[in-house]
């Protein structure tokens, strides 16, 4: 079975930088693309970032332009996302998750997710 397993997050202050990670185990990932959405308090859930596994084309959400970057490694299954000049509207808990192709936000195109981890910015 298929697992997607995050690391790092944590409480930064504004203009503060983190590192997530996102790795997949179990079998060889199926899905062409890994994303990264985010659900802020009281908010819905939006796609941040996400990154091709086959031609690192990548795409961003407009207001992390510049300060998010995604990428990933083929050879660790690990995808990664690398947050800077956070802002407290950065709140949120960050997931990732293998999507069906970049850009994906349905459900039915993102079969796979990780267990989502706190980012904190304190103004």
């Known amino acids: 079975q298929v697992q997607l397993v995050q690391s790092g997050g944590g409480l930064v202050q504004t203009g503060g930088s983190l590192g997530l990670s996102c790795a997949t185990s179990?079998?060889?990932y199926v899905w062409n693309a890994q994303a990264w959405f985010r659900r802020a308090p009281g908010k819905q859930r939006?796609?941040?970032?996400?990154?091709?596994?086959?031609?690192?084309?990548?795409w961003y959400l407009g207001s992390v332009k510049g300060r998010f970057t995604i990428s990933r490694d083929n050879a660790k299954n690990t995808g990664y996302l690398q947050l800077k000049s956070l802002k407290p509207d950065g709140t949120a808990v960050y997931s990732c998750?293998?999507?069906?192709?970049?850009?994906?936000?349905?459900?039915?195109?993102?079969?796979?997710w990780g267990q989502g981890t706190q980012v904190t910015v304190s103004s």
């Open positions: 998750a293998g999507s069906n192709f970049i850009g994906a936000t349905a459900e039915s195109d993102c079969p796979v």
């Open positions: 939006e796609l941040v970032a996400a990154i091709d596994w086959r031609d690192g084309a990548t």
């Open positions: 179990g079998r060889p």
